[in-house]
T-cell receptor, first 113, second 112 residues
Framework: AQSVTQLGSHVSVSEGALVLLRCNYS??????LFWYVQYPNQGLQLLLK??????LVKGINGFEAEFKKSETSFHLTKPSAHMSDAAEYFC???????????FGTGTRLTIIP | DAMVIQNPRYQVTQFGKPVTLSCSQT?????MYWYQQKSSQAPKLLFH???????NEADTPDNFQSRRPNTSFCFLDIRSPGLGDAAMYLC???????????FGPGTRLTVL
């Protein structure tokens, strides 16, 4: 069984400030972890993924995430928020041989001008 | 560009009137998924195809059906839409040898 917990359904940061979106996972086998972003009335776009290679993963739009096995975490960060980062962010988990993704409940990121 | 395409982007139907949503892909991926996403919620998997093999989620209502006539196309049929079926419907694809699902832009369904 696998699950994802995203702490904070809403996060607000000032433009130019650090973005930190939290994701903790539970998986009985080595996980694959993903961050997706969703803009209003759009589908999900892959930001980045971890699949057992480097623990620090760099994605699109300046985002990165670090896999920490000891903390069962995969938090998403960006050093400097931009207005265009305002969106819904979903963390998701799967594993080798599993065709399904298990999503977290999402975090809505608001950027304050 | 290779991509996942969903048509229409917005669909309005009447209560009880059957509706079909379409998904096509140019990625030649063998796995295709349909998700339902209600406002401010995570996507919920309805079913998926692994090649021609259909896999229904246990809690997907019988009102929802799917067809995959070939590798490129997959359809979601809602036989008798209710007000509770108003949602964004997302199609996604994945190649069997990879771990990543690629999503289409979604179809927003309104039921009047």
């Amino acid at each position: 069984a696998q699950s994802v917990t995203q702490l904070g359904s809403h996060v607000s940061v000032s433009e130019g400030a650090l973005v930190l979106l939290r994701c903790n996972y539970s998986s009985s086998v080595p996980p694959y972890l993903f961050w997706y972003v969703q803009y209003p009335n759009q589908g999900l776009q892959l930001l980045l993924k971890y699949t057992s290679a480097a623990t620090l993963v760099k994605g699109i739009n300046g985002f990165e995430a670090e896999f920490k096995k000891s903390e069962t975490s995969f938090h998403l960060t960006k050093p400097s928020a931009h207005m265009s980062d305002a969106a819904e962010y979903f963390c998701a988990v799967s594993n080798f041989g599993n065709e399904k993704l298990t999503f977290g409940t999402g975090t809505r990121l608001t950027i304050i001008p | 560009d290779a991509m996942v395409i969903q048509n229409p982007r917005y669909q309005v139907t009447q209560f009880g009137k059957p509706v079909t949503l379409s998904c096509s892909q140019t990625l030649n991926h063998n796995v295709m998924y349909w998700y339902q996403q209600k406002s401010s919620q995570a996507p919920k998997l309805l079913f998926h195809y692994y090649d021609k093999d259909f896999n229904n989620e246990a809690d997907t209502p019988d009102n929802f059906q799917s067809r995959r006539p070939n590798t490129s196309f997959c359809f979601l049929d809602i036989r008798s839409p209710g007000l509770g079926d108003a949602a964004m419907y997302l199609c996604a694809t994945r190649h069997r040898a990879t771990d990543t699902q690629y999503f289409g832009p979604g179809t927003r369904l309104t039921v009047l």
